[in-house]
């Protein structure tokens, strides 16, 4: 089983502030990682897929990069609706499909 | 308009059984693997169970192999998950999730919550 590593678990910034957050993954994953963004008491919503591709009507603040074990996603530029858990999640060798433990951006 | 809308959770004792459903809609729900994925209380996403589009393919975790049933009825749009001999530590918001075309999870249902305790 893949295990996904986030870091860091909680991300303590401003609004305009630019957010960085880490997925690593145990073994090598190409570039079949995701990311999802989910605020309190809501599901998950994809933001990224493949690695770098933006999902339909994500904007362009978000942004995805990284192969291989090491990804990153940045929000350039936070916006109060940016507060929220984000997740990383791989199909390279599944099943089963796995997801990294999450991190917190709280302002 | 697509969607999708999980029901039938609720509290069961220990050793007790369940039945989850997700109704699909606005989009051909027989084209679609379909997953069931959980949330323990304050914990991060756990994929637990898929299935196929014509059902005839399914996997699940160890920690729910043997215990918990997927299926669906593409007829209905329904997709179903039949929990039994439920633990504590099954206690969580059950979420289904659609495979989209590029195979991530593009369509999630809102949750429904399911909580084990004596």
């Known amino acids: 089983e893949i295990v996904l590593t986030q870091s860091p678990a909680t991300l303590s910034l401003s609004p305009g502030d630019r957010a960085t957050l880490s997925c690593r993954a145990s073994q090598s994953l190409s570039r079949y990682l995701a990311w999802y963004q989910q605020k309190p008491g809501q599901a998950p919503r994809l933001l990224i897929y493949?690695?770098?591709n933006r999902a339909t009507g994500i904007p362009d603040r978000f942004s995805g990069s990284g192969s291989g074990t090491d990804f990153t996603l940045t929000i350039s530029s936070l916006e109060p609706e940016d507060f929220a858990v984000y997740y990383c999640q791989q199909r390279s060798n599944w099943p089963p499909l796995t997801f990294g433990g999450g991190t917190k951006v709280e302002i | 308009q697509v969607h999708l809308v999980e029901s039938g959770g609720g509290l069961v004792k220990p050793g007790g059984s369940l039945r989850l459903s997700c109704a699909a809609s606005g989009f051909m729900f027989h084209d679609y693997y379909m997953s069931w994925i959980r949330q323990a209380p304050g914990k991060g996403l756990e994929w637990i169970s898929y299935?196929?589009?014509?059902?005839?393919?399914?996997y699940y975790v160890d920690s729910v192999r043997g215990r918990f049933t997927i299926s669906r009825d593409n007829a209905k749009k329904s997709l179903d998950l039949q929990m039994d001999s439920l633990r504590v530590d099954d206690t969580a918001v059950y979420y289904c999730?659609?495979?989209?075309?590029?195979?991530?999870?593009?369509?999630w249902g809102p949750g429904t919550l399911v909580t084990v305790s004596s």
């Open positions: 299935i196929s589009g014509g059902g005839g393919s399914t």
């Open positions: 999730a659609r495979e989209g075309e590029l195979g991530w999870f593009d369509l």
């Open positions: 493949d690695a770098s």
